[in-house]
């Protein structure tokens, strides 16, 4: 099982303090060939207990066929991050090391409806002129 550590849980807690709107957790999970997984709804189910501004869905990734289609979720395990508006941010594996903090920022970004990007990156991603699809691969080593 398990356990985020108490400090970790605390300073997470005043992270999520910071939250303004409801956040969905939108999480694609399958019963079996997944060891990673139940490691993560443990997690997730933790930041439910940290904010009564974040909410948990699980979805089977073999059964809700329509919401595996509409988030484009390709493996598991998937979470997606989405408040009032879906801005596409998707996370596959387990978001542990430093993709936790990276994950606690999502959701407050999310929450909040901005991010902390200076007005000239705003302004250069406002001129784009096609979808861009970001991916940030990460490894343990």
């Known amino acids: 099982m398990m ?24 999480f694609f999970t399958q019963a079996f060939e997944c060891p990673h997984c139940e490691y993560e709804r443990e997690l997730l189910n933790e930041f439910v207990k940290f904010s009564d501004n974040i909410m ?4 089977e990734f ?18 997606v991050v989405k408040g009032a508006k879906d801005y596409g941010i998707c996370y596959f ?6 993709e936790f903090g990276s994950l606690v920022e999502d ?9 902390d990007l200076t007005e000239e990156t705003k302004k ?9 699809h970001i991916q940030v691969f990460v490894s343990l080593t």
């Open 62 to 79: 073999q059964k809700d066929v329509e919401k595996v289609k509409q988030y484009k979720i390709d493996k598991i395990p998937a979470l």
């Open 124 to 132: 250069r991603l406002r001129n784009l002129t096609k979808p861009v």
């Open 107 to 115: 959701i407050i970004d999310v929450s909040r409806g901005s991010t």
């Open 93 to 98: 594996g387990v978001p542990s090391g430093y």
């Open 3 to 26: 356990q985020i550590p108490e400090n970790i849980q605390n300073l997470v807690r005043e992270e999520f303090a910071r939250l303004i709107q409801k956040v969905k957790l939108l």
């Open 56 to 59: 948990l869905e699980v979805y």
